[in-house]
Structure formats: structure tokens, C-alpha cells
């Protein structure tokens, strides 16, 4: 397969990867009320944490729903950052900075997880799996900025 098919493929990933992970909050009380039918087959402190924040997601949107406008917006934003990702679909060494500037976001999740987290009471295991997205984001995108520097190079 051409370097740049493959380029262009993990970029396309990337932009599927970031809109399901933003429209994932549109309805976030009803994927809770989902994972909840499995809370037996979780750790028990997982169990208890989604537990708690799909009641205090319910009893939020009973009585303050314009507060899930907030979600609302994290979705969008998410949509929004995965269109910046195709100029470098288009033009990938053009458009590296993009890649770049998505690689430092993803490093950026860390010390928001790991500051934030404490103090809004996220338990620890939670502030790990956020600090995942960054990790997990930053593979593709290592990858692919190799591979459009290897075309820079050509």
C-alpha cells in the first residue's frame, strides 16, 4: 500500500475516532443508564462511581437540563476539531502542523486529568482512563507524522 493511502487512512481514523468520542455525550444519560446493566460484571468501585454520576446526572438534567447544554457543546467541539483534520487529509505535509499541534493536545490531557481530577473528586482510576484518550490519540498520530516526514525526505 502507498505511504500516502496509508497517511491518509490514519488521519481518516483519526477523525472517526475524535466525532464518536465527542457525540458520545450528546446521550450521555442514556449510554449510563446502558453501562449499568452490566455494573455486576465491573470492578465494584467502577460500579459505584458510574453509579453515582448517572444519578447525579439524572437528578441534574430533572431540574437544571440547561446545564447538559455544556455536553452539547463538548460534542460539537470535538466535530469541530476533527474538521481541522482535513487539510492534512488533503495535504499532509502541508498540513503537518496540524498533526503537531493534535500531538500536543493529546500530551495536554495529562496534567488536565491529573490536576483537574483530584480536585473534582474523579477517582484515580477514571483520571486514568482520561489520561488513555491522550495516549491512545498521540499513537496515530506519532505514526503519522513519521510517515509525512518520510515524504518530506523523498
Not at 462511581?49 to 457543546?73: F, H, I, R
Not at 503537531?100 to 483537574?116: D, K, T, Y
Request: aromatic share 14%.
Amino acid at each position: 500500500m502507498k505511504l500516502i493511502v496509508k497517511v491518509r487512512l490514519l488521519i481518516l481514523f483519526f477523525i472517526v475516532a475524535t466525532i464518536v468520542s465527542g457525540v458520545t455525550a450528546f446521550p450521555l444519560e442514556t449510554e449510563l443508564h446502558w453501562v449499568l446493566q452490566y455494573k455486576n460484571s465491573l470492578p465494584v468501585a467502577m460500579g459505584n462511581w458510574l453509579q453515582s454520576c448517572y444519578d447525579a446526572l439524572v437528578e441534574t438534567n430533572k431540574k437544571y437540563p440547561m446545564l447538559a447544554y455544556g455536553y452539547d457543546w463538548l460534542a460539537f467541539a470535538h466535530i469541530v476539531i476533527a474538521t481541522a483534520f482535513v487539510g492534512p487529509l488533503i495535504n499532509p505535509v502541508k498540513n503537518r502542523w496540524i498533526i503537531e499541534w493534535a500531538m500536543i493536545a493529546c500530551i495536554m490531557v495529562w496534567p488536565l486529568a491529573l490536576i483537574a481530577g483530584p480536585i473534582r473528586g474523579i477517582p484515580d482510576f477514571h483520571i486514568l482512563i482520561d489520561c488513555c484518550f491522550g495516549i491512545f490519540g498521540l499513537i496515530p498520530l506519532v505514526i503519522c507524522r513519521k510517515w509525512i516526514k518520510q515524504f518530506e525526505i523523498a
